[in-house]
C-alpha cells in the first residue's frame, strides 16, 4: 500500500458503525465501549464537529474526529487500521485538521491518550503539540492519561477578518 494513493474525505453516516468498530478495537479497548455507532453518527452530523475518512480505494482505513468551539477544538478520535499503520495516515488526517482549525480561527487544540500509547504521543509531539498534564485513573478509573495541546495563536486574540481590497474609485 502507498501511503499517497491513501485519499481524506468527509466521513459519511454510513460508516459510522465501521468507524464505532475501529474506535472499540484500537481507541477504546479494554475500557468498554462509550463511542458506538450512533455517538459517531451524532458527531458525523454535529455541525460544530469534522469527521475524517482516509480510504484505501472504497476502503476506509483510518478516521478522525475534531469537535470545534469558539477558540478551542478538541481531537475526540483519531484511530489508524493496523493494517496501515505507520505509513503517515493518522499524520495526514491531524495535519488536515490542523490547517483546518488555524482557518477557522481556532486559538488551541486538546487531545487526551493513554500513558503507554508511545506511537501517540511521539506523533502528537512532531506536531508541535505538548503535554499539559497527566491525569491518573482518567480513563475508567484505571488508566492514565496524557493531555496534550497545541497553540494555534493566542487565546483572546481574535484573527482579523477578511475583507477585500478597496477599490481605487478613479
Same mark, same amino acid.
Given at each position: 500500500?502507498?501511503?499517497?494513493?491513501?485519499t481524506l474525505r468527509f466521513a459519511r453516516r454510513s460508516e459510522a458503525p465501521a468507524l464505532a468498530l475501529m474506535s472499540r478495537d484500537l481507541v477504546e479497548a479494554g475500557?468498554?465501549?462509550?463511542? %458506538?455507532?450512533?455517538?459517531?453518527?451524532?458527531?458525523?452530523?454535529?455541525?460544530?464537529?469534522?469527521?475524517?475518512?482516509?480510504?484505501?480505494?472504497q476502503r476506509v482505513a483510518g478516521f478522525a474526529i475534531m469537535s470545534f468551539g469558539d477558540e478551542h477544538a478538541h481531537l475526540v478520535l483519531l484511530a489508524v487500521r493496523a493494517t496501515h499503520q505507520r505509513r503517515g495516515i493518522a499524520r495526514r488526517m491531524t495535519e488536515w485538521l490542523l490547517e483546518s482549525a488555524a482557518i477557522a480561527g481556532i486559538a488551541s487544540i486538546k487531545v487526551e491518550l493513554r500513558t503507554d500509547n508511545a506511537a501517540a504521543y511521539a506523533l502528537y509531539r512532531g506536531l508541535g503539540f505538548v503535554?499539559?498534564? %497527566?491525569?491518573?485513573?482518567?480513563? %475508567?478509573? %484505571?488508566?492514565?492519561?496524557?493531555f496534550m495541546m497545541r497553540m494555534l495563536r493566542p487565546a483572546g486574540l481574535k484573527p482579523q477578518s477578511w475583507r477585500p481590497p478597496t477599490l481605487d474609485p478613479r
Open positions: 500500500m502507498n501511503a499517497t494513493a491513501i475500557l468498554g465501549w462509550h463511542y %458506538r455507532a450512533e455517538r459517531i453518527r451524532q458527531l458525523i452530523d454535529d455541525v460544530n464537529s469534522v469527521a475524517l475518512a482516509a480510504c484505501d480505494g503535554e499539559m498534564l %497527566r491525569a491518573p485513573g482518567y480513563y %475508567r478509573g %484505571r488508566e492514565a492519561a496524557i
